[in-house]
């Protein structure tokens, strides 16, 4: 049985990444717990209006849930599958933090989440809160493309740079995942300058690692980390980016330190997040 947190804002984009993790999961048993933040910090006429002689919180509480309450249904309607379970939560907190409770009360897989793309801000990838969970959360987090409609994710792409294990419960993780919901993992092993690792030494050993997956492994010297992937992009049909996060790690060099020129196509498919 999966443990699944579907993030909403009630938003079509929310929307869509939901219906996404429903058709990617439709044949495994699968706990669904549907949240929606609130900061305290924001509050509307309306809000302070509702609340009467309830507390705001209360009041905001309530009416979330049950507009939750209807999202679910409506979600039963469309997707009618008895291997699923729905449950309702609202949380009153910070973003992040919000999160890690609910992903460590819940014992929750995975995250799923939606994304704007390219904002034209300093996080140009995404906005801050999925940024925020990506580094925070210690959790495998599915993040969808606005717009983004669903197709079986057959290949998936996975970069690596000089620091990234094939033998950690990270990459161990990617390949589970191929094995059961795609056909081919394509591996970029991303050497901009030509440096050597010990994790590189490694991959002579690949084959033991991904005994039952199909894989493609390419070594790439001498290009920058995001012109390599878009390049791969571009020439390969590439259903989803996989990437191994780690503090300092190949996430913030690739996807923050890239102008949005560099990176705007890289959201283009779903990315899944694996924490070492």
């Known amino acids: 049985m999966k443990n699944i947190l579907l993030l909403t804002d009630f938003s079509e984009n929310s929307m869509n990444a939901i219906r996404y993790a429903l058709n990617l ?14 900061s305290p910090s924001v509050y509307t006429s309306a ?23 209807k999202l679910i249904v409506k979600l039963e309607n469309e997707f009618k599958n008895k291997n699923f379970s729905y449950s309702a939560h609202v949380a009153y ?20 989440m939606g994304t704007n793309g390219v904002t ?6 995404f906005g801050s809160n999925t940024i925020n969970v990506i580094r925070k959360v210690d959790c495998t987090t599915l993040v969808v493309p606005e717009g983004y409609i669903y197709k ?15 033998s950690g419960s990270a990459f161990m993780g990617i390949a589970k995942f191929v094995n059961v919901y795609s056909k081919t993992l394509h591996i970029l092993r991303i050497k901009p300058n030509n440096e ?36 791969y992009l571009q020439t390969n049909t590439i259903d989803l980016i996989s990437l191994l996060v780690q503090k300092e790690s190949f996430f913030e060099r690739f996807f923050m330190g890239s102008t949005t020129t560099q990176i705007s196509n890289k959201i283009q498919v779903p990315l899944l997040v694996f924490h070492n």
Not at 206 to 222: A, D, E, G, R
Request: aromatic residues 8%; hydrophobic residues 40%.
């Open 93 to 112: 907190h910070e973003f992040s933090n919000a999160i890690v409770q609910v992903q460590k009360a819940k014992n929750i897989d995975v995250i799923v």
């Open 152 to 166: 079986l994710p057959k290949e998936v792409l996975l970069p690596l740079d000089v620091f990234d294990s094939l």
């Open 25 to 38: 999961f439709e044949n495994s048993f699968c706990n669904f717990y549907i949240l929606n933040v609130r």
């Open 47 to 69: 809000d302070l209006m509702a609340a009467g002689n309830e507390s705001i919180s209360s009041s905001i509480i309530k009416k979330t849930k049950h507009k939750i309450m």
């Open 196 to 231: 050597i690792s010990k994790e590189e030494n490694k991959d002579k050993d690949i084959n033991s690692f991904l005994k039952k997956t199909n894989y493609k492994y390419h070594k790439i010297v001498n290009v920058p980390m995001h012109y390599a992937v878009s390049c």
């Open 120 to 125: 034209g801000a300093k996080e140009v990838l």
